[in-house]
């Protein structure tokens, strides 16, 4: 294999990017969070209007981005917008917090679910042992089948995500239609009533459409990680826009549909307290047969996710490896594959590394990705303020596209991002509160392991700092 430092080439469509988009954002999220959201809205007019104004944000992030991309052209993407608005040394910060929180922490999660779905499907060992072994190795094989998949090459990454995606959302649009045309058609089918909700009696709390919200957008996060394969897209200039616009807007009326659809089925009060909402809507349109279908379903959707993740990931520690000489080893790209695949296989090892120490935890799942909102969502505003910057300094290319509305849009984006960071870390210190984390050893150990991942990201950010001063 040849290897060396070339830039990758542009051979991304608009549609490659949008399917990576969406096969990223349709993850566990729809799964786990909409009876959470149902219980936290006060009527069905706020359940819908609360996902209604999560993808709006979304949208308003995605087209943030998007200028951000046509601004800042090297390769790295949000390690690259970072580097030119603030320096290499926060620049670096970031990256290294991606590759050891905030990138495994939220492919673990996908990995995880997958396992999960695969044992039931297909368990590996008699029901007499530990279920978290069959599902472990589950998460380990397929992560590791993905990586042997987008060491094949860029081709191979991407023919996969797209089959992925088109797979999933047609199945999606196939089940939730089905269950919208049984509930029309069948006299046997018995719609719950609406009008029974939760909070029937208080109407909506605002500390409940605050969480809501955060749940909302943690379902619809993902599509910033089209800026790390922005140097990839052909013709970026229009392709980049429409991927962002295109993959977020489908993305918010299949939420929309699938909300509808279990309401219908379910009602709200049903939705509200149901453990696996998906499932006992087929349960009730299609029949018993509806188990094994969603099992598979969510599957291929978590391979999605993942391959997803793994397509865009590496290349942020690519763009690391060519601009931070202690990384060196990390930016070779291969030329002939057209992947960085050293950069590949270390984020899978880190990948499964928090797959293997949180598949052990009976709530390792809920842990993961309550530990990395707070970071992800924090660098979020970072990057909003960044957007802001650049138009003020009078960097952002007349010619090329730019975020309307300015500076409302990047304002929002700050604002929610900030406001979605805070309210993770309060849910998340009133998790550790509630379920008495404090006393668990695997937790300590994670918090430790915290401390010091985050004092060696400052270092190397000094050493960063120091290195870029020196050189200018």
Not at 385 to 414: N, S
């Amino acid at each position: 294999m040849s290897e060396n430092n070339q830039s990758p080439q542009r051979s991304l469509s608009a549609f490659d990017g949008a399917c990576i988009i969406i096969g990223i954002i349709i993850g566990a999220g729809i799964y786990q969070t909409t009876p959470m959201v149902a219980a936290n809205s006060g009527s069905v007019e706020w359940i819908l209007g609360i996902w209604v104004i999560g993808g709006c944000l979304a949208l308003v992030g995605a087209l943030c981005y998007a200028e951000l991309a046509m601004t800042v052209t090297q390769a790295g993407g949000e390690y690259a917008y970072l580097v030119k608005a603030y320096g290499k040394g926060t620049g670096s910060f970031f990256a290294w917090i991606e590759f050891w929180i905030i990138r495994p922490g939220s492919t673990g999660p996908m990995a995880m679910l997958f396992g999960n779905y695969a044992n039931k499907l297909f368990p590996l060992f008699p029901a007499t042992l530990d279920p978290l072994i069959s599902e472990i190795l589950y998460a380990v094989l397929a992560t590791t089948v993905l990586l042997a998949v987008n060491l094949f090459g860029l081709r191979a990454g991407k023919l996969t995500q797209n089959v992925l995606t088109v797979f999933k959302v047609v199945a999606l649009l196939i089940l939730v239609g089905g269950s919208v045309i049984a509930i029309g058609l069948s006299t046997d089918v018995i719609v719950p009533a609406t009008a029974e909700t939760v909070a029937s009696t208080g109407g909506q709390s605002f500390d409940g459409f605050l969480l809501a919200m955060v749940l909302v957008m943690f379902t619809y996060g993902g599509w910033n990680d089209l800026s790390f394969i922005a140097t990839e897209m052909k013709n970026p200039a229009k392709n980049i826009p429409r991927a962002l616009v295109l993959g977020v807007c489908a993305v918010s009326v299949i939420y929309l549909l699938i909300n509808i659809a279990m309401l219908m089925a379910l009602g709200h009060a049903g939705l509200a307290a149901s453990q696996t909402p998906a499932t006992e809507m087929l349960k009730v349109t299609i029949g018993p047969v509806a188990e094994k279908i969603m099992a598979l379903l969510i599957c291929i959707t978590a391979l999605g996710a993942v391959n997803g993740m793994m397509f865009t990931s590496a290349r942020i520690y690519h763009a690391l490896g060519n601009q931070v000489s202690a990384f060196a080893w990390l930016g070779k790209w291969n030329s002939r594959l057209q992947v960085p695949a050293r950069s590949l296989v270390v984020q899978s090892v880190v990948t499964l590394a928090m797959v293997i120490g949180f598949g052990w935890q009976t709530n390792g799942f809920e842990l993961l990705v309550l530990f990395v909102s707070p970071f992800m969502w924090s660098f979020f505003v970072l990057l909003g303020i960044a957007m802001l910057l650049f138009r003020f300094q009078g960097l952002v290319p007349r010619d090329k596209y730019r975020t309307p509305l300015f500076p409302i849009m990047p304002l929002v984006f700050v604002l929610s991002s900030g406001f979605i960071a805070y309210r993770a870390a309060d849910y998340f210190l009133f998790r550790v509160e509630s379920m008495e984390l404090l006393r668990n050893p695997f937790f300590m150990g994670l918090s430790i392991a915290t401390v010091l991942v985050v004092l060696s990201g400052m270092v190397v950010a000094l050493i960063s700092r120091k290195n870029d001063s020196a050189d200018g």
